[in-house]
């Protein structure tokens, strides 16, 4: 490995505690992640979500291993992933919480689409997935989920979490730019 290799093994990690202050000033949608399958139903709030591929369509899903989700999740090979509105910061608190599960999904109104996860109705818009691959990376295993459905579209302002708080991000259409001739 040269000196200028970024995956040289003698360079230190930073400090756990300044890696999270950092990733606190980063603005991230919130998602609900949730499954029934052979595990139960659960759910969990995640902001760790993201685009892989769209061929096929694939979801990056991050999930700590200490979360109370953790044990359902694993057992089962399906997931929604459900974009919240800025008027569902409640449910994102109970979500994020140690709140039981029943209690959770009390709090809303649930559909299904093709895997059988729960799909909350008025969510931005919600991806029904199947999970075709995990890998451990510290404390968190890393979820890739095939999309095999979608939701309608909700209305509403987007929800993200930044500076450790729930904040309304507006949605508005933007034009896409004509391609240069």
């Keep these: 490995m040269s000196e200028t290799d970024p995956s040289a093994d003698s360079a230190p990690y930073v400090e756990g505690g ?10 991230s949608a ?12 659960a759910g969990f709030t995640a902001s760790a979500v993201c685009s892989v ?3 096929p369509p694939t979801l990056l899903v991050c999930i700590n291993r200490t979360s109370s989700a953790y044990a359902a999740m694993s057992a089962s090979d399906v997931l929604c992933v459900n ?3 800025a008027d569902q910061s409640d ?7 140690r709140t039981p599960m029943e209690t959770r999904f009390a709090a809303a109104s649930w559909t299904r689409i093709v895997t059988g996860a729960p799909v909350l ?3 931005l818009t ?17 979820l890739y989920c095939a999309v095999v459905g979608l939701a309608a579209p909700g209305d509403g302002q987007g ?4 500076e450790r708080g729930y904040h309304a991000v507006p949605l508005t259409h933007v034009a896409p730019r004509e391609a240069a001739a």
Excluded at 30 to 41: A, I, Q, W
């Design 121 to 123: 109705e008025g969510a």
């Design 30 to 41: 919130v998602h609900l992640v949730t499954t029934d399958g052979p595990g139960g139903r």
């Design 53 to 55: 591929s769209d061929g």
């Design 83 to 85: 974009t919240l509105a």
């Design 126 to 142: 919600a991806f029904d997935c199947r999970i075709v691959g995990r890998h451990p990376v510290g404390t968190h295993d890393v």
């Design 159 to 162: 929800l993200v979490y930044a």
């Design 91 to 97: 449910i994102a608190a109970a979500f994020g919480g």
């Design 18 to 27: 300044a890696f999270r202050g950092a990733m606190a000033r980063v603005a």
